[in-house]
């Protein structure tokens, strides 16, 4: 999506990066996954570097996993009726939760996009609360008519942008055909890349 966006592309492990990486960067792109594997798995200078990075004025763009990891802190409730909580990366004031409508791994769910109802493709995603959310963050979709349950947003965070999605706008159509997925309007590409020239300001 990075490159259909018109962005070079330097993948990056979790140890901190050089100055002169940073100094060339535009946008920190965090993918889907299993959140607390990458928070584990990421150092925390490479943390501190990231969001000294967006403070300054880079990008941020997370998707499913990297939504989770922008906020606050991320978690939901366990089986055994505990609950799992772990800190995120603090660029969005407030918590990202599991959204599980039928606990089923993926679907492809309806969002409603600023009023108008189309279809994405979720894999264990997040979602914020309306209700935590300050008033200067853009809501841009969400799992309910009532807009309760947000599933994308974009806010700024120092002089940078944040911009994140619970669900999977990069999905390709293979992701969606391994779990006999039918998506009634197709790929959501389009959406991807706006998310990543917006947090880079192109």
Sequence with gaps: ???????EVKLVGGEPLAPELWARAKVWIQPGGRVEAQAQ????????????????????????????????????????GSVFERAG?????????????????????PIFDRGRERYVYWELGSYYQRREIPAQAELLSSYDREGEHVAAL???????????????????????????????????????????????DR
């Design 89 to 109: 990366l603090g660029l969005l004031p407030f918590k990202g939760r599991l959204f599980a409508p039928k606990r089923s791994r993926a679907e492809v769910l």
């Design 154 to 200: 974009r806010a700024e965070f120092g002089e940078g942008r944040v911009s994140v999605s619970g669900y999977h706008p990069e999905a390709p159509n293979f992701w969606r055909q391994m779990f006999s997925l039918k998506d009634p309007d197709g790929l959501d590409f389009h959406e991807a890349e706006e998310m990543i020239r917006w947090a880079a």
């Design 1 to 7: 999506m990075a490159v259909r966006a018109g962005f």
């Design 41 to 80: 798995a990421m150092s925390e200078d490479l943390k501190k570097q990231i969001k000294g990075f967006v403070k300054r004025g880079g990008g941020f763009v997370g998707f499913c996993a990297g939504a989770f990891f922008a906020a606050e802190s991320f978690g939901w409730r366990l089986k055994d």
